[in-house]
């Protein structure tokens, strides 16, 4: 199948996961994980309707932005971000799903300030408490919540998680659910092309689906250090 085709199939499937929990289905957003694909392909999906795209990597995120150079495209930042690459993101990003700490929730919303702009920003949940992976812990979710809709230039919109592997996703897309309506935060990213339609059955509105939309990524990592 060709990325438009793809694309097609993905939405349906969201439709009726959608349906199928009583949702609108216009309530979930997709955004396309393009990390290590080319160019091209992501304008194959822009042809195809898709306007948000995922990357790992802020390099990676900076030189597509200005290969395909479309201002309806949003970017959302969904790999591990660095302080001292905030300065960068906060020019080139319009969300970053992966802030992780106040260090970090500060820097970014400096840089914004200063580069004149405000971007959304979600907040990584680490759910299934893995020592190897990213994001606040569940219980310290609430606080960081509080100390970010102080900052003038990021605007927190929402909680995202990466659900340990091999695991069933469910309790942990429940689990995200409940941190959110605690916190009084409005989206959820959550779920990918293995689990996106039970993400969005437990309340995702936004799903980062890449390989059921770009096959299976080029093994050559052409990502910066
Ligand atoms: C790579 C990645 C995705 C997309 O994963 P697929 O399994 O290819 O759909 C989604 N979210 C994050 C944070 C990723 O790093």
Same mark, same amino acid.
């Given at each position: 199948?060709?990325?438009?085709?793809?694309? +097609?199939?993905?939405?349906?499937?969201?439709?009726?996961?959608?349906?199928? !929990? &009583? #949702?609108?289905? /216009?309530?979930?957003?997709? @955004?396309?994980?393009?990390?290590?694909?080319?160019?091209?392909?992501?304008?194959?999906?822009?042809?195809?309707?898709?306007?948000?795209?995922g990357?790992?990597?802020?390099?990676?995120?900076?030189?597509?932005?200005?290969?395909?150079?479309?201002?309806?495209?949003?970017?959302h930042l969904v790999?591990?971000?660095?302080?001292?690459?905030?300065?960068?993101?906060?020019?080139?990003?319009?969300v970053v799903q992966s802030v992780?700490? +106040?260090?970090?929730?500060?820097?970014?919303?400096?840089?914004?300030?200063? !580069? &004149? #702009?405000?971007? /959304?920003i979600f907040?990584q @949940?680490?759910?299934?408490?893995?020592?190897?992976?990213?994001?606040?812990?569940?219980?310290?979710?609430?606080?960081?919540?509080?100390?970010?809709?102080?900052?003038?230039?990021?605007?927190?919109?929402?909680?995202m998680?990466?659900?340990?592997?091999?695991?069933?996703?469910?309790?942990?897309?429940?689990?995200?659910?409940?941190?959110?309506?605690?916190?009084?935060?409005?989206?959820?990213s959550?779920?990918?092309?293995?689990?996106?339609?039970?993400?969005?059955?437990?309340?995702?509105?936004?799903?980062?689906? &890449?390989?059921?939309?770009?096959?299976?990524?080029?093994?050559?990592?052409?990502?910066?250090?």
């Open positions: 199948m060709d990325v438009a085709a793809c694309v +097609e199939n993905v939405r349906s499937r969201i439709a009726a996961a959608a349906k199928r !929990a &009583g #949702r609108d289905p /216009d309530a979930v957003r997709l @955004v396309a994980v393009s990390k290590y694909q080319p160019v091209a392909l992501v304008q194959e999906a822009v042809h195809a309707g898709v306007s948000d795209f990357e790992n990597y802020v390099q990676e995120l900076e030189r597509k932005r200005g290969e395909l150079s479309i201002p309806m495209v949003r970017w790999g591990h971000l660095q302080s001292n690459k905030a300065r960068v993101a906060a020019t080139v990003a319009n992780d700490s +106040e260090k970090l929730a500060l820097e970014l919303s400096k840089r914004c300030e200063q !580069a &004149g #702009r405000v971007i /959304d907040l @949940v680490n759910i299934g408490r893995e020592p190897q992976k990213g994001g606040v812990l569940p219980e310290a979710t609430r606080a960081l919540v509080a100390r970010c809709r102080d900052l003038s230039g990021v605007r927190l919109v929402g909680l998680c990466i659900p340990p592997a091999d695991m069933d996703a469910r309790p942990f897309f429940r689990a995200m659910r409940g941190l959110a309506e605690a916190a009084h935060v409005e989206q959820l959550m779920g990918m092309s293995d689990d996106f339609e039970l993400a969005i059955e437990e309340g995702a509105t936004l799903v980062r689906v &890449g390989t059921a939309i770009f096959g299976a990524r080029p093994q050559v990592e052409a990502a910066p250090a």
